[in-house]
């Protein structure tokens, strides 16, 4: 199974970005969304190193909870 991974833009160098999520940081392309207004600090969808979508504050928090549950769960299987 493959998952999009909310991160936040901390650098822009033309259609490449640096981004953050929780301590991780990651390089992805921007190039899918050249149409978009992206600025430093804006949240993406980074998916196999690319940025599909922007994201608002609120999705991410909903994504990056849903991905806590899941692990919450997987670690109370393992246990």
């Known amino acids: 199974m493959c998952l ?13 970005a640096r981004c953050e999520a929780r301590g991780i940081e990651r390089k992805a392309s921007l190039f899918l969304l050249q149409h ?10 980074i998916h196999v190193g690319n940025a599909i979508q922007k994201m608002t504050e609120e999705d991410a ?4 909870d849903l991905f806590d549950e899941i692990l919450e769960a997987e670690a109370a299987l393992d246990a």
């Open 61 to 64: 928090q909903t994504a990056w």
């Open 36 to 45: 978009e207004d992206l600025q430093v600090g804006d949240l993406v969808m």
């Open 4 to 16: 999009g991974v909310p991160m936040r833009i901390i650098e822009i160098n033309g259609f490449n």
